[in-house]
């Protein structure tokens, strides 16, 4: 099993480009959520998607937007990227059904925004 | 809603010597409780959770955490630092009531372990 796998590892964008960022849940898993990681802080939490549905959001505009595959694979996209933006996007995968289960992370996207 | 506090962003501790990595919760309903390790450049790893049960929970690599619901509280311990344990630390709370498990993290400690 190859856990949950996001690519790409790097990314260097410029202000006001858009980006995609994607991730593959652990195998079993229907659950997708990303966060966002800025520097020196816990990870904040964007999108969860379920069936293909965003089923919960955080905190952000809606220039962050997402989509799940029938696979259950997800991706993240980012548009008119600020330099704000800059920060390590981690995708969370788990099954839905029980509270308090066990989110597998993956080893997160570094996004730079120059 | 669900919020963490961890005190300390930086802690420092002697090779062998006691790790207490402090983590205070503030949650509406009744939380589960999670502490994940970040090693540089990698992602998050379950270090152990609270949902049920026994309050004093044992996680890997040594650590355990003790749930303290009149101190809204869920602090790490390890009796013995290692050089590997070496790493960034984050306490981490979801809402019982969330299939989801949606996790909201606190700021996280980095720990330093001086040989």
């Known amino acids: 099993d190859a856990g949950v796998t996001q690519s790409p590892t790097h990314l260097i964008k410029t202000r006001g480009q858009q980006v995609t960022l994607r991730c593959s849940p652990k195998s079993g898993h229907d659950t997708v959520s990303w966060y966002q990681q800025a520097l020196g802080q816990g990870p904040q939490f964007i999108f969860q998607?379920?069936?293909?549905?965003?089923?919960q959001r955080g905190n952000f505009p809606d220039r962050f937007s997402g989509h799940q595959f029938p696979n259950y694979s997800s991706e993240l996209n980012v548009n008119a990227l600020l330099l704000g933006d800059s920060a390590l996007y981690l995708c969370?995968?788990?099954?839905?059904?029980?509270?308090?289960?066990?989110?597998?992370f993956g080893q997160g996207t570094r996004l730079t925004v120059v | 809603a669900q919020s963490v506090t961890q005190l300390g962003s930086h802690v420092s501790v002697s090779e062998g010597a006691l790790v207490l990595l402090r983590c205070n919760y503030s949650?509406?309903?009744?939380?589960?409780l999670f502490w994940y390790v970040q090693y540089p450049n990698q992602g998050l790893q379950l270090l152990l959770k609270y949902t049920t049960g026994a309050t004093l929970v044992k996680g890997i690599n040594g650590f355990e955490a003790e749930f303290k619901k009149s101190e809204t509280s869920f602090h790490l311990t390890k009796p013995s630092a290692h050089m590997s344990d070496a790493a960034e630390y984050f306490c981490?709370?979801?809402?019982?009531?969330?299939?989801?498990?949606?996790?909201?993290f606190g700021t996280g400690t980095s720990l330093t372990v001086i040989p």
């Open positions: 949650s509406s309903v009744p939380p589960y």
């Open positions: 998607y379920y069936e293909e549905e965003e089923r």
């Open positions: 969370a995968s788990s099954f839905l059904g029980t509270s308090g289960g066990e989110a597998f």
């Open positions: 981490a709370v979801s809402d019982r009531e969330d299939t989801g498990n949606q996790f909201y």
